[in-house]
């Protein structure tokens, strides 16, 4: 598919049974990971990729969720496949529920448009990164050797990478100081995947939610790894200067593991 065929993109949402999807993610295994276990219950109900990227929007205490996703299948795809599904994936997916809406096919060069976002922010190394991070200096404090250099090939969290290069020796007291946040360094690392789409409005964006998970995932040989790495939550402004390249970004998601929850922006009127 070129550059220049975009599918129609439809925004779709459920209202998740949390007690039942996490009743079925304890039996199938997945219990401890809400991003894995919506990905495989998603994939056995509409297709693998089918809906993603996705977010789960649940209120703190209530029994259920609202799951928003991107998808580019028709509606008659998208429903057929609730025809065969399992009943307690039916259930457990708020599938009763399901609601449609046909995203715009363009979008206008100098739009300007709000956003919700939950990404991770990770960084693939090109080559190995040496420095003096915390892990190192607990290995130091221990009386132990340390660790060494992260592997080229390593995700990383966009923060460690940006606090090592800036301080290979350790950090300062006071790194803010030094013109170092988590939430500017997160910041940037958005702005440059939004790039070629459109233009981040740094100082109407912030990061309204941070924490460190931890991610089981299938690993190259076939098995499973566990890692830990930032969830981070911004709401924000853009402005579109690619109306062909922003259907692409909505569509793939900002960053990696879209599949699991992931990358998906959701939008609004800007400039409010």
Known sequence: MSEETIPPLTLLSLLIDLQSLRRLAALRGTGDDEGRALHHLLSETFGKGALQ????????????????AYSTA????????????????????????????????TWREGRRLAFDLRARPMRRLLKPLEGWSREEHRLHLKGKAASGAIRKGAEVDAFLVARLRRFPDGMPDDPENEG????????????????????LDLARTRMVGFARVRT?????????????????????????????????????????????????????????
């Open 53 to 68: 990227p996705f977010r789960l929007m649940p209120a703190p205490g209530a029994r259920s969720a609202t799951l928003y």
């Open 216 to 272: 089981r995932r299938h690993d190259q040989e076939g098995g499973e790894a566990s890692s830990e790495g930032p969830d981070a939550t911004f709401h924000g402004e853009l402005t579109v200067t690619d109306g062909a390249a922003f259907s692409r970004l909505l569509a793939r998601g900002v960053g990696r593991h879209t599949a699991y929850g992931f990358g998906m922006l959701l939008l609004r009127p800007g400039g409010a």
């Open 74 to 105: 028709t509606e008659d795809a998208l429903r057929e496949a609730l025809d065969i599904a399992a009943p307690e994936l039916l259930q457990a997916l708020g599938t009763a529920h399901l609601a449609l809406r046909t995203m715009p096919e």
């Open 180 to 199: 170092l946040s988590r939430e500017a360094v997160y910041r940037d690392w958005l702005a440059e995947r939004l790039s070629g789409a459109a233009t």
